[in-house]
């Protein structure tokens, strides 16, 4: 999906009304009164405010993942404005429990170098051995014997977003980045076919390939080494953990934002190892600092300098005959150079392919530049040209990845703390004067014109506005008033770039703080699943099956293949697909059949199934109150005093689905337990999870029903249209 | 086809006077909704349905090396590296394949050829969206708005197509996309669904199912005025229409045999949904991997790899509908071609006009469409990359008008002098 962000904008005058009428479905009476009258004139209906129940409701809504319960008493007491402005001070905010519990995900605090050595592909580990004459010749035998890696996929596929990874990976940008280090690949031009040994011919099933599989895993088990899927699947827990269990609210909904922001696809190359180091280095240190400081450190990211290509971004000017002696030199002797301390701009250039005899010839590679220009800065119509696109792309020539997926390191031509980390090259830099917007770039700045580039970007008005726009469109409505902008955009170059300030004039604007905006964004799947848990009370390890329904419902973490990242208006969000799975993962979370994933619904009141319906009137209403501040129409309470009857009066029914329920009560606390368990089991999974999911739900064809009324109720709510919205 | 259209038309203006009917009564839906489930049951038969299967080739694929035009000098100049050798030049499965003296297939492409035989694949050639720009991101959603230049369109053209053709009887699955999100091409007024995975299409709640259903059917149901009301409805039609085709049994026809990914698969769903009835008229869905800027290959490697699971997939899927092809249309999309001249990484980058295919019963095929207009430097868009001598619109308006019977494209294309004029005549 490539709906672009300012695409709908066309849409925003029709789309008023409606979500004008959104809101009224809310059906909150004291407020949907006032809309009423509201609707008539949009310049009064900004002068109106929220109730104090309903602001808080907002800023746990918008600033934070939804409410745990009893949070929006505590936003109460301390009043809204307190609450905002401790939670744009995340840095004195105490989180240590919440990060007491991302200690068990070691990828976390490990180097890009590090995980590429203790993480390493299969295919690529071997092919590195056995250049180094290093591979066992059982391994070696069953190696050259087994088919393809498309195998792997070829017994279940059936779920398109589980599998996208590996479809993804065996076709898209991993061959590139295989081909990088793969000496005979390159020479011939070619690379091997990925997804069939043999374009005429359909893979089969291969024997061979289980007992090669099993054999590299035994090969994994004793030297202490890893599947590198599990380095995604343990940054994708740490962020669903950070975003249920941390008290730093907004700084994970900012580290949500700049993520998507400044996106990055995990199954391309080397990006999976180095998404670690930019959700910690990169994103978080600025997610709320200066804009400036945010765009240099992605610039210099191995993950974006892989993402968009630029870290091959070789200038075509550069001196054949220097890069070649570079080259020799450091063939001759690389751990000489090292020794003697090279400076790290005065590398040799491309020290990952050092141990490769065949250099690839290299070239200009604008892919970077323009998504710098189009989506991290100015905006589609910031003012930019192709000519522009051009000269800033001569301006990163150079900026490149030490030894981008390990090899050298497993050689030993360079060590592990500078393998996958950013370098800038001058030999493969255009020197030439560039013009960039109107501004001369001299000759003869090497690494300085990059961060003149992006200098002169972040502080463009152009920036100001699409950045104003994306952060106003994320935390106040899908269509945000160019008035709104306007001032946001204001506070930013007022502010000279500085985030914390340009939230501010959100948050203390009138239009963030307008009923029309109550509840007005449909919350993307990631804030659906990490709100239900959160209003549930519930805990999570993060393993990967919660993240595979956040998957399911569309929104994979960093797997959105585009750079546009995911698009944050609710047309993108409502289908019918998706929300049927929206409502399957409510049944679900509910069921307790998310293994890693764990609700206690027993705090929320004892079985309904005999009371009269005053106490299923009650406990609904208790319901509502904790999950949705009670916000539930009385028609959506009405159909669920129905549904109660509805299984009263059906015996079977409620026989067969409340047994287990006096069970999930007394057993809630063990279960945690168990679930805390499974964690290291389900983080071994292969992490794709392809067949783990299926595998689940066809486990649970037949037996999984939610527990019980209670259960019922709860699921409704989650998958009701009103939980859908923030 | 005369007869066709004359049908279409009067029973346009038949169903033009019930077309309130999308806001009557829900069981006036109901009641259509049952006639089009009586088709899946073997009930009273409506006629034959056109099914337009469009597939889009996200990431820009290098049209220069799929329909390869070999009889071009510069094309070997221009690609040192990635040319792949004239039939002849190079053994079976290296060399292109030859199509008519001058255009070839990748030799991926295999399967096509038999296909091209029978003269029912027709290639449009140097086609494509009039706007320059390069980013992916714009590309695709002008191919998809339908409206290349203008960003403010909120809706994609095959909805438009959707609306231009209302049809008060359309079952839920009318307009189907095997994706995860329904694509931009589709979205918009007239109701349209993304499903990933028929099997998976059902409420889930084990022996409940059937009170938690109805539960959130009448949740939804309550919800008036909210958008999600309508999603939520559509969404309780197709679980309920589904129902009663059961997916989960479907063998492929014809020794079919599909690609084990998500891209093959949503293929075999596609055939299982038109062959179970149900009433598909527009389905899509959409498969990447071709932004080949580095290492992309010539007759093998990482274009090859992709064009062998682009070309089987269609092959199996052509298989498997057999003679249901004559009712069908399969037409595939990129944003944009690539440039003319190799790059410094043995790639290309993004480019201009580009390959489209079109298969099916309907199609005047064995032939390459459209004006070619060289490769002499003097003739490249920007002096880099193919140039567009068709508009995509004229493809997509044309497989409407002669394959799906829209009456009126102006409406599915706005602002654009669309015409049968401009037609290629890519089907009769």
């Known amino acids: 999906m490539n709906v672009r962000f300012d695409s709908t904008l066309g849409a925003a005058r029709a789309s008023v009304a409606s979500l004008v009428a959104l809101s009224l479905v809310l059906g909150l009476a004291p407020f949907a009164s006032a809309q009423v009258r509201g609707s008539a004139s949009s310049s009064s209906s900004k002068a109106r405010k929220m109730t104090e129940d309903q602001r808080a409701s907002h800023v746990l809504n918008r600033l934070a993942f939804g409410a745990r319960p009893g949070d929006a008493e505590r936003v109460r007491k301390l009043g809204v404005e307190k609450y905002i402005e401790q939670q744009l001070h995340p840095e004195l905010i105490d989180d240590a429990a919440a990060e007491a519990r991302l200690t068990s995900l070691e990828v976390l605090k490990m180097s890009n170098g590090e995980l590429l050595a203790k993480y390493p592909q299969p295919n690529f580990l071997l092919k590195q051995m056995q250049r180094e004459g290093k591979l066992p010749s059982d391994l070696k035998d069953l190696r050259d014997n087994r088919k393809t890696p498309a195998d792997a996929a070829a017994a279940n596929t059936t779920n398109k977003q589980l599998d996208a990874n590996a479809s993804m990976s065996a076709s898209g940008a991993q061959p590139n980045a295989q081909a990088a280090t793969n000496p005979s690949a390159n020479a011939q031009g070619q690379t091997p076919n990925p997804l069939y040994p043999n374009a005429q011919t359909p893979v089969a099933v291969d024997p061979n390939r289980a007992e090669y599989r099993q054999a590299v895993a035994e090969f994994y088990r004793e030297h202490g080494l890893q599947q590198p899927q599990k380095v995604t699947a343990e940054l994708q827990a740490s962020r669903i953990m950070r975003a249920v269990y941390s008290e730093r609210q907004l700084q994970e909904v900012m580290v949500d934002f700049w993520t998507n922001h400044f996106n990055v696809y995990a199954p391309k190359g080397a990006d999976r190892w180095f998404l670690v180091s930019y959700d910690r280095d990169v994103i978080r240190p600025h997610a709320f600092g200066n804009f400036k400081d945010l765009l240099v450190a992605t610039a210099e990211s191995p993950a974006m300098l892989f993402y968009l290509d630029n870290f091959q971004s070789v200038s075509p000017t550069a001196n054949q005959n220097q890069r070649r002696a570079a080259a020799a030199r450091f063939n001759q002797n690389p751990m000489l150079n090292n020794a003697l301390g090279v400076r790290r701009d005065r590398m040799p250039q491309q020290p990952g392919q050092m141990p490769v005899p065949q250099r690839q010839k290299r070239g200009i590679n604008e892919n970077y530049a323009r998504e710098l220009m189009e989506l991290h800065t100015l905006g589609v119509d910031g003012g930019y040209t192709q000519k522009d696109v051009q000269e800033v792309a001569r301006c990163f020539t150079g900026w490149t990845i030490i030894d981008p997926r390990g090899a050298a390191n497993y050689a030993g031509f360079v060590d592990e703390a500078r393998t996958g980390t950013f370098y800038f090259n001058p030999r493969l830099h255009d020197d030439g004067e560039k013009l960039v917007l109107g501004h001369k770039i001299p000759a003869g700045g090497g690494i300085n014109d990059g961060m003149m580039v992006l200098d002169i970007l972040a502080h463009h008005p152009s920036t100001a506005k699409f950045i104003a726009t994306k952060l106003s469109r994320k935390f106040v409505s899908d269509n945000p008033t160019p008035e709104l902008v306007g001032r946001v955009a204001a506070a930013y170059m007022k502010s000279n770039g500085d985030i914390r300030e340009t939230l501010r004039a959100i948050f203390t604007s009138p239009e963030f703080n307008s009923p029309e905006n109550y509840r007005a964004k449909i919350k993307t799947p990631f804030e659906l699943a990490v709100s239900a848990v959160r209003a549930l009370g519930g805990d999570t390890n993060g393993a990967p099956p919660i993240h595979q329904w956040i998957g399911r419902m569309g929104e994979p973490l960093y797997q959105y293949q585009a750079p546009t990242g995911y698009p944050d208006t609710a047309e993108h969000w409502v289908n019918t697909g998706a929300l049927l799975e929206r409502i399957n993962f409510a049944l679900a979370l509910v069921s307790n059949r998310i293994p890693g994933t764990h609700v206690d619904l027993s705090r929320f009141g004892a079985d309904t199934s005999k009371g009269t319906t005053a106490d299923k009137s009650r406990v609904i209403d208790e319901f509502a109150a904790v999950i949705m501040q009670g916000d539930i129409s009385p028609k959506t309470k009405a159909s669920l005093l129905k549904q109660l009857d509805e299984v009263a009066t059906n015996p079977q029914e409620s026989a067969s689905a409340s047994m287990p329920a006096s069970n999930m009560s007394a057993t809630g606390a063990a279960k945690m337990n168990a679930a805390t368990d499974t964690q290291a089991n389900a983080m071994d999974a292969p992490a794709g999870g392809r067949r783990g999911l299926r595998g689940q739900l066809a486990a649970n064809n037949n037996n999984n029903a939610p527990a019980s009324e209670i259960a019922r109720i709860a699921a409704l709510l989650l998958g009701s249209p009103e939980f859908q919205r923030q | ?428």
Not at chain 2, 71 to 79: D, I, P, Q, W
Not at chain 2, 216 to 237: C, H, M, N, P, V
């Open chain 2, 1 to 428: 086809m005369i007869n066709r259209r004359f049908f279409l038309k009067s029973s346009g203006i038949a169903l033009a006077s019930v077309g309130a009917a999308s806001f009557a009564p829900s069981f006036l839906q109901r009641a259509a909704l049952a006639q089009s489930a009586n088709n899946i049951t073997g009930g009273m038969a409506t006629g034959r349905r056109k099914t337009l299967i469009a597939i889009f080739q996200r990431g820009a694929v290098d049209g220069l090396n799929v329909v390869v035009p070999y009889g071009e000098k510069n094309y070997y100049a221009y690609r040192p590296t990635l040319a792949i050798p004239q039939p002849g030049k190079a053994g079976a499965g290296d060399a292109v394949i030859d199509l008519d003296g001058f255009f070839g297939l990748h030799p991926a492409l295999s399967p096509f050829k038999s296909i091209w035989d029978a003269k029912r694949l027709a290639i449009v050639h140097a086609a494509g969206s009039p706007d320059n720009t390069r980013s992916h991101f714009d590309a695709q959603d002008y191919m998809e708005s339908g409206t290349p230049g203008v960003k403010s369109t909120d809706d994609g053209w095959l909805n438009r197509y959707l609306q231009a053709q209302p049809d008060p009887k359309a079952s839920p699955f009318r307009a189907v996309a095997m994706t995860q999100n329904l694509p931009r091409v589709m979205q918009g007024r007239s109701p349209a669904l993304a499903i990933s995975n028929l099997n998976d299409f059902a409420v889930r709640a084990g022996q409940a199912t059937q009170v938690v259903q109805g539960g959130f059917e009448s949740i939804y149901d309550q919800a008036a005025g909210d958008a999600l009301r309508g999603t939520g409805k559509e969404t309780f039609e197709a679980i309920n229409f589904l129902k009663k085709v059961n997916p989960s049994q479907y063998k492929p026809e014809n020794d079919a045999r599909y690609p084990a990914t998500a891209y093959g698969n949503a293929l075999l769903q596609i055939a299982q949904l038109i062959k179970a009835g149900v009433g598909l008229e527009v389905a899509f869905t959409d498969v990447g991997g071709w932004d080949t800027h580095v290492n992309e290959g010539a007759a093998r490697g990482q274009l090859a790899a992709r064009l062998t699971e682009f070309g089987q997939g269609i092959a199996a899927l052509y298989a498997d509908l057999g003679q249901r092809m004559d009712d069908v249309v399969i037409l595939t999309m990129s944003e944009f071609g690539r440039t003319a001249r190799e790059n410094g990484n043995r790639g290309t980058d993004h480019g201009h006009a580009n390959a489209m295919f079109l298969l099916g019963g309907g199609v005047r095929g064995g032939k390459v469409y459209g004006d070619w207009p060289g490769l002499d430097s003097d003739k490249l868009n920007e002096g880099r990359d193919l140039a567009l001598t068709t508009d995509f619109r004229d493809v997509f308006g044309e497989v409407s008008t002669r394959h799906l019977g829209n009456a009126d494209l102006s409406k599915v294309f706005p602002g654009y002098a669309a015409s049968a004029a401009k037609f290629r005549g890519v089907l009769g």
